[in-house]
Nanobody
């Protein structure tokens, strides 16, 4: 089994910045696609950003140009740098690790979530 532990959430003013971290352990290797999702109250969980082991990234349109995802394959840790934060960015942010098995079934791990509040 794999584990993901997020850290770095908190309260930030609009326009501010924050960095989230997610450390993987157990069976999660550097070959996993890692990413961040978020869920606001009353809304579905949505993709924020993903990054492959090779460093290819994908972002939701709503965060492009403001958020940056990166990873340290040696530490199997993924980061989300969030700049120019808006009230609508407030949500619980979840770390995800994903991999396809040889038979194309999916292995999916989730962290416990970390709360981001954007408010003045």
């Amino acid at each position: 089994q794999g584990q993901l532990v997020e850290s770095g959430g908190g309260l930030v003013q609009p326009g501010g910045s924050l960095r989230l971290s997610c450390a993987a352990s157990g069976s999660i290797s550097s070959g996993y696609v890692m990413g961040w999702y978020r869920q606001a109250p009353g809304k579905q969980r949505e993709l924020v950003a993903t990054i492959t082991s090779g460093g290819s990234t994908n972002y939701a349109d709503s965060v492009k140009g403001r958020f940056s995802i990166s990873r340290d394959n040696a530490k199997i840790t993924v980061y989300l740098q969030m700049n120019s934060l808006k009230p609508e960015d407030a949500a619980v942010y979840y770390c995800n690790a994903f991999k396809l098995r040889p038979d194309y079934s999916a292995i999916n791990y989730w962290g416990q979530g970390t709360q981001l509040t954007v408010s003045s």
